[in-house]
C-alpha cells in the first residue's frame, strides 16, 4: 500500500556534481574561479550532446555562469565527497572554495573562462546556450564541447571504465557511493555469450548457486 504525500522533489538518486566556474565581479578586475554543488543536473540530448543544470538565483555562480556563458561539470569521486558537500553550503563570494578545499582550478578544454577541477575524475566543458526561468531555480541548457577524463579510468582497448571511479550520489539528502553492477543497457534480452563478456562475474556466481 502507498501513501499519498505533497509535491516535492522527490525523484531520487540523482547524480551529484560539483560545478566549475569563473568571472569578474564589478568591485574587483581580478577572475576568481569557484564550485558550486549542484544535484539537479541532467542529459538533455546527444546530437549534439547538451546537459542541464539548475541553480537559484540568489547563488553567487549563478552571476558567474551568466557573465561567462560557460561552465564545467565535474563528476564527483569518494575522495571528493567531502569537499563536494562543503562547496555546497559555503558561498564562493565570501572565500576561495579551490583553495579552502585545496583543489587545483585546471585549463578546461575550449573553455575562457571556466576551469575545471583537476581531482575530479571526469570533466565536461560546458557551452550555455539558453536559460529557463523556473520559479526557485533558473536552469541552465548548456552544449558539451569537451571532456576530459582522468587517463587511470582509460582501459588498454581504450574504453573509459566509469565503473573503476568510485563516484558519487546523491538520494534524499545524504551522499552514497554507486554499488554493485546489476545489469547493462539491453541485458534482460541478452544472449548468455553477451552475459558472459560483459557481467563474467554474474554469471560465475548464478552458476555456483545452481
Known amino acids: 500500500m502507498k501513501i499519498e504525500m505533497s509535491p516535492s522533489t522527490m525523484l531520487n538518486p540523482v547524480p551529484v556534481v560539483m560545478i566549475s566556474c569563473a568571472g569578474k565581479k564589478p568591485e574587483r578586475e581580478e577572475m576568481r574561479p569557484n564550485i558550486i554543488t549542484v544535484a539537479w543536473a541532467g542529459t538533455i540530448n546527444s546530437e549534439p550532446p547538451m546537459v542541464s543544470i539548475s541553480v537559484r538565483k540568489s547563488r553567487h555562480s549563478h552571476e558567474l555562469i551568466c557573465s561567462t556563458k ?9 575522495k571528493l565527497a567531502k569537499a563536494c ?18 583543489l587545483t582550478a585546471d585549463v ?5 573562462y571556466a576551469p575545471q577541477i583537476k581531482e575530479a575524475p571526469v570533466s565536461i566543458s560546458c557551452k550555455l546556450k539558453d536559460i529557463i526561468e523556473l520559479g526557485s531555480h533558473d536552469m541552465f541548457l548548456a552544449e558539451v564541447v569537451a571532456v576530459s577524463v582522468d587517463e587511470k579510468l582509460i582501459d588498454s582497448k581504450g574504453k573509459i571504465r566509469l565503473d573503476k571511479a568510485k563516484l558519487v550520489t546523491y538520494c534524499h539528502g545524504e551522499y552514497f557511493t554507486i554499488g554493485e553492477l546489476l545489469g547493462f543497457f539491453g541485458y534482460s534480452v541478452a544472449s548468455k555469450e553477451a552475459m558472459k563478456r560483459r557481467m563474467p562475474g554474474k554469471m560465475t556466481k548464478k552458476s555456483n548457486k545452481k
Not at 85 to 102: L, P
Not at 108 to 112: E, F, I
Request: charged fraction near 40%.
Open 70 to 78: 560557460e561552465f564545467v561539470i565535474n563528476l564527483v569521486s569518494e
Open 85 to 102: 558537500d562543503y562547496c555546497g553550503v559555503r558561498s564562493g563570494a565570501k572565500e576561495d572554495k579551490f583553495k579552502k578545499m585545496k
Open 108 to 112: 578546461a578544454p575550449k573553455m575562457k
